[in-house]
């Protein structure tokens, strides 16, 4: 056909697009008179799959009396090579380029002569193809068929897809994702399909839709159904509504096909034109299911679909994934493209990171976040059908024969041990503004916790060294877990101070990803109230260590390094590691698989219980039971007292302290199944009894402790409870808080976590023969506590029981008001009376013998006003500072013998 020359609508077109895109929209434009009668949709099948004006277009092109605008037409029908072209036409030699191509055939063996003249052939005498336009079903009575309902649909997403744009002739092939015009959309709306009164007559299901193809009609294209399925992936099957077999050399789409011939006779020329052809139609196929995928997954949020255009593949699949978890209401608010464009490339930047930390993605921890919510709003108890019991554990007594030789066990495998602290939190909800880890433990020598979690670690390696007699393979990992609040400060803590006489290599930190908050029981995702294009996000709690640590491949590099056990403790006790030996111990003698340390809780105490529940199903587990649910769990299953103290005075449920003790072997296994997860929970605060809204956003948590809740009833999971004294005083109050604690119970703040380790070094010294007065009761930030001789040594003058014993001698005696500091290995404590102050530094050649009697006016505890600004934040939120007001400090700096006896 070659009657649309003489058609005015298509004179902007002619010598400008191939004769093949001008007879399928000729094709098109007869149709509008039927289309008209029958008062249908034009289906817009042209335009979707070929980027050439359907029937309903050229309507609207027709009756503003225009003429067919050249962006209309995919620039793949406009130009035969898709680069930018700086050839003149008016200046080509037409006969001499006629003349090459003539010579270039004639070259070539018949097969590929033949395959060139049909091509040519093609383009020259188009209308003697034997190729058809594809067939277009267009007239259905009565019900609409699945095809246009389908249709009808992508109408409507088309209409509100697509903007304006003007493309130039050095753009690339659009095909099924290029930008139509605003008129050429308005069109669209001119042709709305009506239900016909008129036909009546049943209509069947087409067979093609039995193979998974609704759109495609009539019996014929069984066969290429058929022959192209396998092809095809099955996402695409309901989209599209035409298979055709081209044959290359039939002149239609003259795409070369790398068959044997072709290979062997290609020859550079060739290559280019394969990749001219073929390259436009493999990105044309892309972004039609891209575009297809897209149009379906985000037409419920406008503005989004508006936006797509500024994202990369990648990230467009981010946004649909949160439009199909229905997280729609994210880009509610979103303005047209141009607007703040680099701020939604970061909010999918951090959606990238949510989805990327998170075990399963965002889709998981939305569709946990929706069971659990409904649970939490239900009302339903996580324990329902377990009953409560006590626990097989150990229960030790400090200085006692059995303690001393657990302890000993316990040094001995530490060099098979890695520790892993837990640090992710700031000093805020203390009063102090830096990170926990860099708080001092005591102010007596300042101290901060990191550093005495290091030297104790590095002191218990070479015990065990010394165990072993020297045969020492390996240095002891020491892993911190991180969030983005501490990473950065924690490792400046350690860099500035050449990581506390630990090897740099030995350190690892592992930073902690915070999670998206929960707005609502839906578990729409919260959106940060100071910016629009930032999901709120809270920390996951510390349970993420064991995901963190499984996917770095630690654990599997500790297992080949021949380690067994890993330790895991929290970041301001200042006394577990004068617990950890025995515990240890513990779990080596009795092959515990989970070894939790605890301590005699109260009954009440706002720490967890260590508890085995036992289903009537006959599931079992030995797990941590926070105090809020404790009592109500014994109350439900016959302890009509609840959480009640026995006859020690303490609850039978020792109380948890959040330090593990693990097996290594068995923990990879269970992670292996788990990937890392841990039982999390919600914890919504509601608005009212309705449930219904919450007071602020949540998010799922989890912690630590909650491992064993995975593990199999043959698992052999324990405990070790030692003196409250000896193992546990947390500083995670802050001075307010405190003061508001019952008296009698632990204030967990740095008031009582400083006088604590006073207290249980002068306890120690006791139990070796030392004597020790008794302590005197103070109030500093409205909390009584006991104030004890502040004695203080560092780990590598005693890390166990037994190392105090052996440097304790004779007859010694501190009073209340003393100070004793001892920084150096082999200090020998002998026939000593202290009342005052005294320092001992050596180094570790220097053996020392103190004894004599030492008097001075000492270092003195100050009450302060914790509102003092003009003083530190560490001191003031302990209510006290020490006045320096007279010592003696001795300092041994070479080796030898020495012997201090004032």
């Given at each position: 056909?070659?009657?649309?020359?003489?058609?005015e609508?298509?004179?902007?077109?002619?010598?400008?697009?191939s004769?093949?895109a001008l007879?399928?929209?000729?094709?098109?434009?007869?149709k509008?008179s039927?289309?008209?009668?029958?008062?249908?949709t034009?289906?817009?099948?042209?335009?979707?799959?070929c980027?050439?004006?359907?029937?309903?277009r050229?309507a609207?092109?027709?009756a503003?009396?225009?003429i067919?605008?050249?962006?209309?037409?995919?620039?793949?029908?406009?130009?035969l090579?898709?680069?930018?072209s700086?050839v003149?036409?008016?200046?080509?030699?037409?006969?001499?380029?006629?003349?090459?191509v003539r010579?270039?055939?004639?070259?070539?063996?018949?097969?590929?002569?033949?395959?060139?003249l049909?091509?040519?052939?093609g383009v020259?005498?188009?209308s003697?193809s034997n190729k058809?336009?594809?067939m277009v079903?267009?007239?259905?009575?009565?019900r609409?068929?699945?095809k246009k309902?389908?249709?009808?649909k992508?109408?409507?997403a088309?209409?509100?897809s697509?903007?304006?744009?003007?493309?130039?002739?050095?753009d690339h092939?659009?095909?099924?994702?290029?930008?139509?015009?605003?008129?050429?959309?308005?069109?669209?709306s001119?042709?709305?399909?009506?239900r016909?009164?008129?036909?009546?007559?049943k209509?069947?299901?087409d067979d093609?839709?039995?193979?998974?193809?609704?759109l495609?009609?009539?019996k014929?294209?069984?066969?290429?159904?058929?022959?192209?399925?396998?092809?095809?992936?099955?996402l695409f099957?309901?989209?599209?509504?035409?298979?055709?077999?081209?044959?290359?050399?039939d002149?239609?789409?003259?795409?070369?096909?790398?068959?044997?011939?072709?290979?062997?006779h290609r020859?550079?020329?060739?290559?280019?034109?394969?990749?001219?052809?073929?390259?436009?139609?493999d990105?044309?196929?892309?972004k039609?299911?891209?575009?297809?995928?897209?149009?379906?997954?985000t037409?419920?949020?406008?503005?989004l679909?508006?936006?797509?255009?500024?994202?990369?593949?990648?990230?467009a699949?981010l946004a649909?994934?949160?439009?199909?978890m229905?997280?729609?209401?994210?880009?509610e608010?979103?303005?047209?493209?141009?607007?703040?464009d680099?701020?939604?490339?970061s909010?999918?930047?951090?959606?990238?990171?949510?989805?990327?930390?998170?075990?399963?993605?965002?889709?998981?921890?939305?569709?946990t976040a929706?069971?659990?919510?409904?649970?939490?709003?239900?009302?339903?108890?996580?324990?329902?059908?377990?009953k409560p019991?006590?626990?097989s554990?150990?229960?030790?007594?400090?200085?006692d024969?059995?303690f001393?030789k657990?302890?000993?066990?316990?040094?001995?495998?530490?060099?098979?041990?890695a520790?892993?602290?837990?640090?992710?939190?700031?000093?805020?909800?203390?009063g102090?503004?830096?990170?926990?880890?860099?708080?001092?433990?005591?102010?007596t020598t300042?101290?901060?916790?990191?550093?005495?979690?290091?030297?104790?670690?590095?002191?218990?390696?070479e015990?065990?060294?010394k165990?072993a007699q020297g045969?020492?393979?390996?240095?002891?990992p020491?892993v911190?877990?991180?969030?983005?609040?501490?990473h950065a400060?924690?490792?400046?803590?350690?860099?500035?101070?050449?990581?506390?006489g630990m090897?740099s290599?030995?350190?690892?930190l592992l930073?902690?990803?915070?999670?998206?908050?929960?707005?609502?029981?839906?578990?729409?995702?919260?959106?940060?109230?100071k910016?629009r294009?930032?999901?709120?996000?809270?920390?996951?709690?510390?349970g993420?260590?064991?995901?963190?640590?499984?996917?770095s491949?630690?654990l599997?590099e500790w297992?080949?390094?021949?380690?067994?056990?890993?330790?895991?403790?929290?970041d301001?006790?200042?006394?577990?590691?004068k617990a950890?030996?025995?515990?240890l111990?513990?779990?080596?003698?009795?092959?515990?698989?989970?070894?939790?340390l605890?301590v005699?809780?109260?009954?009440?105490e706002?720490?967890?219980?260590i508890?085995?529940?036992?289903?009537?199903?006959?599931?079992?587990?030995v797990?941590?039971?926070?105090?809020?649910?404790l009592?109500?769990?014994?109350?439900?299953?016959?302890?009509?007292?609840g959480?009640?103290?026995?006859?020690?005075?303490?609850?039978?449920y020792?109380g948890?302290?959040?330090?593990?003790?693990l097996e290594?072997?068995?923990y990879?296994?269970?992670?292996?199944?788990?990937?890392?997860?841990?039982?999390?929970?919600?914890?919504?605060?509601?608005k009212?009894?309705?449930k219904?809204?919450f007071k602020?956003?949540?998010?799922?948590?989890?912690?630590?402790?909650?491992?064993p809740?995975?593990?199999?009833?043959?698992?052999?999971?324990?405990?070790?409870?030692t003196?409250?004294?000896?193992a546990?005083?947390p500083v995670?109050?802050n001075p307010?808080?405190?003061?508001?604690?019952?008296?009698g119970?632990?204030?967990?703040s740095?008031?009582?976590?400083?006088?604590?380790?006073y207290?249980?070094?002068?306890?120690?010294l006791?139990?070796?023969?030392v004597?020790?007065?008794?302590?005197?009761?103070?109030?500093?930030?409205?909390?009584e506590?006991?104030v004890?001789?502040?004695?203080v040594?560092k780990?590598?003058?005693?890390?166990?029981f037994a190392?105090?014993?052996?440097k304790?001698?004779?007859n010694?005696?501190?009073s209340?008001?003393?100070?004793?500091?001892?920084?150096g290995?082999?200090?020998i404590i002998?026939?000593?009376?202290?009342?005052?102050?005294?320092?001992?530094?050596?180094?570790?050649?220097?053996e020392?013998k103190?004894?004599?009697?030492?008097?001075?006016?000492g270092?003195?505890i100050?009450s302060?006003?914790k509102?003092?600004?003009?003083?530190?934040e560490?001191?003031?939120?302990?209510?006290f500072?020490?006045?320096?007001?007279?010592?003696?400090e001795k300092s041994?700096n070479?080796?030898?013998k020495?012997?201090?006896n004032?």
């Amino acid at each position: 056909m070659d009657s649309h020359i003489a058609i005015e609508l298509f004179d902007n077109l002619h010598c400008k697009v191939s004769h093949k895109a001008l007879d399928l929209i000729e094709n098109e434009w007869y149709k509008l008179s039927n289309i008209r009668k029958q008062n249908v949709t034009c289906g817009c099948q042209l335009f979707s799959s070929c980027g050439l004006p359907c029937a309903c277009r050229l309507a609207n092109i027709e009756a503003t009396g225009g003429i067919i605008p050249l962006d209309e037409v995919d620039v793949f029908w406009r130009k035969l090579d898709l680069k930018p072209s700086f050839v003149d036409d008016e200046h080509v030699d037409v006969d001499k380029v006629l003349a090459q191509v003539r010579n270039k055939i004639m070259s070539q063996p018949d097969q590929v002569k033949r395959s060139m003249l049909s091509r040519i052939a093609g383009v020259v005498f188009p209308s003697k193809s034997n190729k058809k336009a594809p067939m277009v079903q267009e007239d259905t009575r009565g019900r609409p068929t699945l095809k246009k309902q389908q249709q009808g649909k992508q109408d409507v997403a088309r209409n509100s897809s697509f903007t304006g744009s003007q493309q130039t002739k050095c753009d690339h092939a659009r095909h099924n994702s290029y930008i139509a015009s605003q008129e050429s959309i308005q069109a669209s709306s001119v042709f709305q399909h009506r239900r016909s009164t008129k036909g009546k007559g049943k209509q069947t299901q087409d067979d093609n839709a039995h193979l998974g193809f609704p759109l495609i009609t009539g019996k014929d294209a069984v066969n290429n159904i058929k022959c192209f399925k396998d092809s095809i992936p099955s996402l695409f099957y309901p989209y599209i509504s035409h298979i055709q077999d081209v044959n290359p050399d039939d002149g239609e789409f003259p795409i070369p096909t790398p068959n044997a011939l072709w290979n062997l006779h290609r020859n550079d020329d060739a290559a280019k034109w394969e990749n001219i052809y073929n390259d436009p139609v493999d990105n044309a196929i892309n972004k039609l299911a891209n575009a297809q995928i897209n149009d379906l997954s985000t037409s419920s949020s406008p503005n989004l679909q508006k936006n797509l255009s500024i994202f990369s593949p990648d990230e467009a699949e981010l946004a649909k994934m949160l439009i199909e978890m229905e997280q729609g209401h994210l880009f509610e608010d979103w303005p047209d493209p141009g607007v703040d464009d680099d701020e939604k490339i970061s909010f999918i930047a951090q959606v990238a990171l949510l989805n990327s930390s998170y075990p399963g993605g965002l889709t998981s921890y939305i569709k946990t976040a929706r069971e659990l919510l409904a649970d939490s709003k239900a009302g339903k108890n996580p324990f329902d059908g377990f009953k409560p019991s006590v626990p097989s554990g150990e229960i030790l007594t400090f200085g006692d024969e059995n303690f001393i030789k657990y302890e000993e066990a316990g040094v001995k495998q530490v060099q098979n041990a890695a520790f892993v602290l837990v640090a992710g939190g700031l000093g805020e909800r203390l009063g102090y503004n830096g990170i926990k880890v860099a708080l001092p433990m005591e102010t007596t020598t300042g101290t901060c916790f990191l550093q005495h979690y290091i030297e104790s670690t590095l002191c218990l390696s070479e015990a065990s060294c010394k165990q072993a007699q020297g045969k020492c393979i390996r240095d002891v990992p020491f892993v911190i877990m991180t969030s983005d609040d501490t990473h950065a400060r924690t490792l400046q803590l350690l860099e500035s101070n050449s990581y506390f006489g630990m090897k740099s290599t030995q350190v690892k930190l592992l930073k902690q990803e915070k999670v998206a908050c929960l707005a609502d029981n839906d578990a729409r995702l919260a959106v940060d109230p100071k910016n629009r294009y930032r999901i709120q996000t809270k920390p996951h709690g510390h349970g993420d260590v064991h995901s963190l640590l499984y996917s770095s491949g630690l654990l599997k590099e500790w297992k080949d390094a021949g380690l067994r056990w890993v330790l895991f403790f929290q970041d301001t006790n200042g006394l577990l590691f004068k617990a950890i030996p025995a515990a240890l111990g513990v779990s080596a003698t009795k092959e515990y698989h989970v070894n939790s340390l605890s301590v005699p809780r109260k009954a009440k105490e706002a720490i967890g219980g260590i508890t085995r529940l036992t289903h009537a199903d006959g599931r079992e587990m030995v797990i941590n039971v926070e105090y809020n649910q404790l009592d109500p769990l014994l109350r439900a299953t016959s302890h009509p007292d609840g959480d009640a103290n026995c006859e020690t005075g303490y609850s039978p449920y020792p109380g948890n302290i959040n330090q593990l003790i693990l097996e290594l072997g068995p923990y990879i296994d269970e992670l292996s199944k788990t990937g890392g997860v841990i039982k999390e929970f919600v914890n919504p605060k509601y608005k009212d009894s309705t449930k219904t809204a919450f007071k602020s956003s949540t998010r799922l948590e989890c912690m630590m402790q909650d491992y064993p809740k995975t593990l199999s009833p043959s698992a052999r999971v324990g405990f070790t409870v030692t003196d409250p004294w000896l193992a546990y005083a947390p500083v995670k109050n802050n001075p307010e808080d405190a003061a508001k604690v019952p008296k009698g119970n632990p204030y967990h703040s740095a008031t009582s976590g400083e006088t604590a380790i006073y207290r249980a070094n002068s306890m120690i010294l006791r139990k070796a023969g030392v004597k020790i007065d008794d302590p005197v009761s103070e109030v500093f930030n409205g909390q009584e506590v006991e104030v004890w001789s502040r004695v203080v040594w560092k780990p590598k003058w005693a890390v166990t029981f037994a190392d105090v014993k052996s440097k304790v001698s004779g007859n010694n005696f501190v009073s209340q008001k003393s100070t004793l500091v001892i920084k150096g290995s082999n200090v020998i404590i002998q026939d000593l009376s202290l009342d005052g102050t005294l320092i001992i530094n050596s180094v570790d050649d220097a053996e020392v013998k103190v004894g004599g009697s030492v008097k001075n006016n000492g270092w003195t505890i100050e009450s302060i006003d914790k509102d003092n600004t003009a003083l530190p934040e560490e001191v003031r939120i302990r209510g006290f500072k020490i006045n320096k007001t007279e010592w003696l400090e001795k300092s041994y700096n070479k080796p030898g013998k020495y012997s201090l006896n004032p």
